[in-house]
């Protein structure tokens, strides 16, 4: 059976798209230079902040359809992209063993570079999440805001330093999103999910594969660069500004997960209600801090 990329390739009228939007070219693919990244995230928080202002005299917007459908689109995007990903990393793993995926430079194939472009813009789409929080009139915590923010920059960053083991990172995240985004989706429906606990234990046990990854990957390329005496196994490609970029917000993520989770389920509190977030008790599955509460 062909796999679910070539099926799509054959049986889906696609447009041509021109080079640089099927390859990372810095400059020329969308979204692919710094200023106008970091243009495009100030942008995201003067909206979200002045949309705050603006609502504070006007009555919540309920928008239960539209944060369904958004809600919906992310999680079936998720997963198609989180398949279509595995299906290209798994013959690499088989053939050459995992040191080989997460580190070679031959591990960054062009169908993986277009997923990650892909799972990149995904996360600007997933700035609207906050646009919903607000125009909800629900506290706008730091933890969301920060991670919705940072983690379109990460993944920025990782596209131009062709981290290799990104692979890791980007399918862990993605399969926390399947769950988080369905979680959203069925409660603005009405639905009662018991295991919503469980989506913070398992971003916080995501965040530390990643770092368990991104710190291995970093110290073999350092070694193997400027320490050859040190055990390694060999060198990890990818730039070293991108490489400690990431080992520092993936530290910073774990912290502040695992201050939510004592904050949201731990620590014993005097009011009647556990210090939440955003009054649901969910952390965001790609470390956005916060769930929607559904009114």
Not at 197 to 214: E, G
Request: charged letters at 10%.
């Amino acid at each position: 059976m062909a796999p679910l990329a070539d099926f799509l390739l054959q049986h889906v009228p696609l447009p041509h798209l021109p080079y640089y939007l099927n390859h990372w070219v810095p400059g020329a693919s969308p979204l692919s230079n710094q200023s106008t990244v970091v243009g495009t995230l100030v942008g995201y928080l003067v909206t979200i902040f002045s949309i705050r202002e603006i609502m504070k005299t006007r009555q919540a917007k309920r928008l239960q359809y539209l944060f369904q459908l958004h809600n919906l689109l992310l999680t079936s995007g998720s997963a198609l992209l989180l398949v279509l990903m595995a299906e290209e990393i798994l013959p690499i793993l088989w053939k050459n063993g995992l040191f080989y995926a997460m580190c070679n430079e031959g591990a960054w194939t062009e169908r993986l570079e277009f997923y990650y472009m892909i799972n990149y813009y995904i996360k600007f789409v997933e700035l609207i999440d906050t646009v919903f929080l607000a125009l909800k009139k629900k506290p706008l915590a730091f933890l969301h805001v920060f991670h919705h923010s940072a983690t379109a920059f990460l993944c920025f960053t990782q596209l131009n330093g062709k981290t290799s083991v990104s692979w890791v990172v980007i399918s862990l995240n993605l399969s926390v999103h399947v769950l988080m985004y369905y979680y959203y989706f069925a409660t603005a429906g009405g639905a009662k999910i018991w295991w919503k606990k469980y989506l913070t234990s398992m971003q916080i046990a995501q965040f530390i594969i990643d770092l368990f990854v991104v710190y291995f990957g970093t110290y073999s390329y350092f070694a193997a660069t400027y320490w050859p005496s040190m055990p390694v196994m060999g060198s990890c490609a990818g730039t070293e500004s991108a490489a400690l970029f990431g080992c520092g917000l993936l530290t910073a993520y774990l912290l502040l997960f695992i201050n939510f989770y004592i904050q949201t389920y731990r620590k014993p509190s005097t009011r009647s209600k556990k210090p939440l977030a955003n009054g649901n008790g969910v952390a965001n599955g790609n470390g956005n801090g916060a769930a929607h509460k559904q009114d």
